[in-house]
T-cell receptor
Framework: EAGVTQFPSHSVIEKGQTVTLRCDPI?????LYWYRRVMGKEIKFLLHFVKESKQDESGMPNNRFLAERTGGTYSTLKVQPAELEDSGVYFCASSHRDRAGYGYTFGSGTRLTVV | DAKTTQPPSMDCAEGRAANLPCNHS???????VYWYRQIHSQGPQYIIHGLKNNETNEMASLIITEDRKSSTLILPHATLRDTAVYYCIGGMNTGFQKLVFGTGTRLLVSP
């Protein structure tokens, strides 16, 4: 099966600009997650979708971040306006509904650099 | 979720077994131990998980102590491609699990 696809793989934007990251989960996976690692820190959870519904967005850092998953397929994560501290690698993962903590498949990530 | 403690780094010779320890003394009776790894420039990759019995799959073996306060991930014949950061994560096996990645163990496999 095709894996989790993230686009773009790299993005360099100026502070104050807007960036949209996209994630295509594995077909049929209801669960979709966003995580990120900012410079020097650990990988942190951002939010979780079940189909098109946000199940948990407790990890979203602030209201400059907006995630959507229209139609329960791909998801986008928009950062507007981007700040320097948003630089890092953003990972998307997906899983079947009942897989709990195992069997998550992660994408290769989008490396975001805000200058 | 159980707090886990891992050594920051380990070395292993290619072809030898890599034994990565993890302490999880606060793990509750129904919490599982999950292992993921992150190879450079890739996303995290699921390896194995277990509750109290030892587990083995095509990637690794997981040995959990009887008191469940610690476990060891074993890569039986490490290769250079196993160089990665390995994460031991505690959590439930039902419902949604928010993976809590710590600092992990950086394993370096050398020729």
């Amino acid at each position: 099966e095709a894996g989790v696809t993230q686009f773009p793989s790299h993005s360099v934007i100026e502070k104050g600009q807007t960036v949209t990251l996209r994630c295509d989960p594995i077909s049929g996976h209801d669960n979709l997650y966003w995580y990120r690692r900012v410079m020097g820190k650990e990988i942190k959870f951002l939010l979780h979708f079940v189909k098109e519904s946000k199940q948990d967005e407790s990890g979203m850092p602030n209201n400059r971040f907006l995630a959507e998953r229209t139609g329960g397929t791909y998801s986008t994560l928009k950062v507007q306006p981007a700040e320097l501290e948003d630089s890092g690698v953003y990972f998307c993962a997906s899983s079947h509904r009942d897989r709990a903590g195992y069997g998550y498949t992660f994408g290769s990530g989008t490396r975001l650099t805000v200058v | 979720d159980a707090k886990t403690t891992q050594p920051p780094s380990m070395d292993c010779a290619e072809g030898r077994a890599a034994n990565l320890p993890c302490n999880h003394s606060t793990i509750s009776g129904n919490e599982y131990v999950y292992w993921y790894r992150q190879i450079h420039s890739q996303g995290p990759q699921y390896i194995i998980h277990g509750l109290k019995n030892n587990e083995t799959n095509e990637m690794a073996s997981l040995i959990i102590t009887e008191d469940r306060k610690s476990s060891t991930l074993i890569l039986p014949h490490a290769t250079l491609r196993d160089t990665a950061v390995y994460y031991c994560i505690g959590g439930m096996n039902t419902g949604f699990q928010k993976l809590v990645f710590g600092t992990g163990t950086r394993l370096l496999v050398s020729p």
